[in-house]
C-alpha cells in the first residue's frame, strides 16, 4: 500500500507504528471494543480530517466488515443523521469528531456521555484509535499519499479480523532483526 512506502524511508518507525494501528483497527489482537464502534470512529476521524487516502481505506473496510450503508452514511455523510444509530454509537462519533481538533479535553458533556455506555478499557481504546487515527491521517495529508485504486484498496482490506498469533509473530520477527546500534544523524 501507498500508506507503507512512506514508511520505507525510516523503517524502524514503520516497523513500530503499524503493528500498534492494526491492532487498535483490526479484530483479534486484544481489542475490548466492538468492531462497529471502532470503525465507525476510524470513518469519522477520516471524515473530519478531511483525510481521502484513510477514508478510502476505511470505507473499504467497514463495508468487509459488514457495517450497514446507514451506519457507514452517519459516519461519513455531510447531512449528519445519526438517527439510525444507536446511543452507545453516536457517543462513540462525537468523541471521535472532538478527538480530531484536540478538543475533547474541553468536552466534559460529551465525555460523561462516553463513560454512561463504555468501561474504562473501552473509553481507553477508543481514545487510542482516535488519536491513531488523527495522527496518521495528518502524516497522509502532509505527504499527500494518494489512495489506490479501487480495487486493489478492497483488496487490502480484507481480511477484517487479525490472529493474536499474526501479530505476536510479526514482533517477533522484528525483534529478531532489531539493530544494536542505529547511524547517529549528523
Not at 76 to 103: C, K
Not at 104 to 119: C, I, K, N, P, V
Not at 123 to 148: G, K, Q, S
Amino acid at each position: 500500500p501507498n500508506a507503507m512506502r512512506i514508511w520505507a524511508h525510516v523503517p524502524h518507525v514503520g516497523k513500530l507504528l503499524v503493528p500498534f494501528r492494526i491492532v487498535l483497527e483490526r479484530s483479534g489482537a486484544g481489542n475490548v471494543l466492538p468492531p462497529e464502534i471502532r470503525l465507525l470512529a476510524r470513518l469519522r476521524t477520516a471524515r473530519e480530517n478531511n483525510a481521502v487516502y484513510s477514508l478510502a481505506h476505511a470505507r473499504a473496510l467497514a463495508r468487509e466488515s459488514g457495517l450497514n450503508e446507514a451506519a457507514l452514511a452517519a459516519a461519513v455523510g455531510d447531512d449528519g443523521d445519526e438517527s439510525a444509530l444507536a446511543p452507545h454509537e453516536r457517543s462513540a462519533l462525537a468523541w471521535a469528531t472532538a478527538m480530531a481538533p484536540n478538543a475533547a479535553r474541553r468536552r466534559d458533556d460529551l465525555y460523561s456521555e462516553l463513560r454512561r455506555h463504555f468501561d474504562d478499557a473501552q473509553v481507553v481504546e477508543l481514545t487510542a484509535l482516535c488519536a491513531m487515527a488523527n495522527m496518521t491521517d495528518r502524516i497522509h495529508n502532509a505527504l499527500r499519499v494518494p489512495p489506490e485504486p479501487e480495487a486493489e484498496i478492497a483488496a487490502l482490506n480484507r481480511p477484517a479480523a487479525i490472529s493474536a498469533a499474526r501479530v505476536k509473530a510479526y514482533l517477533e520477527q522484528v525483534l529478531a532483526n532489531w539493530p544494536d546500534r542505529f547511524p547517529m544523524p549528523r
